[in-house]
């Protein structure tokens, strides 16, 4: 298949499994959005400000850096459905008990913290299952148009979710958002108990022995690559955090701790994402993943330092992240794509599970370091670091030939 024609969105769209999953994918999707806007929102309003907000996203990345130990589980299950029947309905507990105990007002910072990561730890099952699916459900040909419909998809789920979860920090407080998530995985466990997704599984029966042919794929037969996108992952990991942390320090410096200002950046960033992953799925630029990769990553990098000369005006500042979204969904829809392409299946669980331990490690220690840094320097020096920081994780796969010649 060539450039010229791309697999469209409406040939996706007859895959009746793929669709069915896409649905209970982004339901939990939605309600994982409305989450993530609470629980940020929740930590710097009521449980000891910025440092709070960046300990739970810290606490976040850092379960997601487990999530290596998952991927033979997912690899092994000849029906992958069962990994979601058994992360979501888990994660409804936790989820339930931490709306109780904030709607109780008993929700300290440490027990926040702790049901965070076991949310997280779930996450993980959940989501080494949702990169494994579309691979076995599509052909490599179908997969940057099924990321465009999966993005119009996701983005609108998205966008609920942060218009859901805008209305309960302005109406309810931001416990009211978890209560969404709770329901929103609800109704996923039964949507994923309806819908078979069997698939290539895993030849290995020993735990450590699985592990260790996932992680021969990325150090050693396809090491040029893969460890190389790893290494700038390990850059890129560490500003991770950043946009949510700057939407943050954006509304509370310029905007008077406006909860309706944060809102709108975020649902700016979540419409910019939209608009990549749809222009890419059209485009399917599957001869150009390398430079689509180097120029993402320097476009979140200009739109930072454009950000320090633009007006306080939220419509403004919006459009920006606007921006920001657009350039960090180019790189992400390049680089997922292209591992889901080139990665066996019965392999891919592991192998996308492995590399999040480059891109985890770094993006909890710098969610710390970040925050602790823009409490006490000004917005302006912040915007420059950060900006400094995607561009060098740009430099890195530029300066290394394979990597920018990526293609499949």
């Known amino acids: 298949m060539s450039d010229s024609s791309p697999p469209t969105f409406a040939a996706v769209l007859r895959n009746r499994p793929y669709v069915k999953y896409l649905l209970m994918a982004n339901l939990s999707a939605f309600g994982y959005s409305v989450y993530a806007i609470s629980i940020v929102w929740f930590g710097y309003k009521e449980a000891g400000g910025l440092l709070s907000s960046a300990g739970a996203l810290a606490a976040e990345y850092g379960a997601y850096t487990l999530t290596f130990l998952f991927g033979p589980l997912v690899d092994k299950a000849k029906d992958k459905r069962s990994m979601f029947l058994l992360a979501f309905p888990a994660q409804v507990g936790l989820v339930v008990v931490t709306a109780i105990e904030g709607e109780a007002g008993r929700l300290?910072?440490?027990?926040?913290?702790?049901?965070?990561?076991?949310?997280?730890l779930l996450w993980d099952i959940a989501w080494v299952a949702m990169n494994v699916v579309p691979r076995m459900l599509l052909s490599k040909d179908e997969l940057f148009a099924a990321r465009g419909v999966s993005g119009i998809f996701t983005s609108l789920n998205t966008l609920g979710g942060y218009g859901a979860g805008a209305v309960a920090i302005v109406w309810f407080g931001p416990v009211g958002g978890v209560w969404f998530y709770a329901l929103?995985?609800?109704?996923?466990?039964?949507?994923?108990?309806?819908?078979?997704?069997r698939g290539a599984v895993s030849k290995e029966t020993r735990f450590w022995a699985s592990m260790k042919e996932g992680w021969k794929v990325i150090l050693v037969s396809q090491r040029d690559t893969l460890l190389g996108l790893s290494m700038a992952d390990i850059v890129r990991g560490f500003f991770f955090a950043a946009p949510a942390l700057l939407m943050v320090v954006i509304s509370?410096?310029?905007?008077?701790?406006s909860g309706v200002a944060y809102a709108a950046f975020a649902v700016s960033f979540v419409l910019?994402?939209?608009?990549?992953?749809?222009?890419?799925?059209k485009l399917n630029p599957r001869n150009r993943i390398g430079p689509q990769m180097i120029l993402g990553l320097l476009g979140v990098s200009a739109v930072l330092l454009v950000m320090i000369a633009v007006?306080?005006?939220?419509?403004?500042?919006?459009?920006?992240?606007?921006?920001?979204g657009f350039s960090v969904a180019s790189f992400s829809s390049a680089r997922f794509t292209y591992i889901k392409a080139k990665v066996p299946v019965e392999l891919l669980g592991r192998v996308s599970g492995n590399m999040y331990v480059f891109v985890g490690v770094t993006s909890a220690l710098g969610a710390i370091w970040l925050a602790q840094f823009a409490q006490s320097a000004p917005l302006t020096l912040a915007l420059l670091v950060v900006s400094g920081g995607f561009a060098t994780s740009s430099l890195v796969l530029a300066l290394q030939p394979k990597v920018r010649r990526l293609a499949y």
Do not use: D, Q
Not at 108 to 120: E, Y
Not at 272 to 281: A, E, Q
Not at 311 to 324: D, F, G, I, K
């Open 108 to 120: 300290t910072f440490p027990s926040l913290l702790a049901l965070v990561i076991g949310v997280s």
């Open 184 to 197: 929103a995985l609800a109704v996923s466990s039964i949507l994923a108990l309806l819908n078979p997704l």
């Open 252 to 257: 509370s410096e310029r905007f008077g701790g």
């Open 272 to 281: 910019g994402s939209m608009t990549s992953n749809v222009l890419w799925g």
């Open 311 to 324: 007006p306080h005006s939220v419509a403004l500042v919006s459009t920006v992240w606007y921006l920001a």
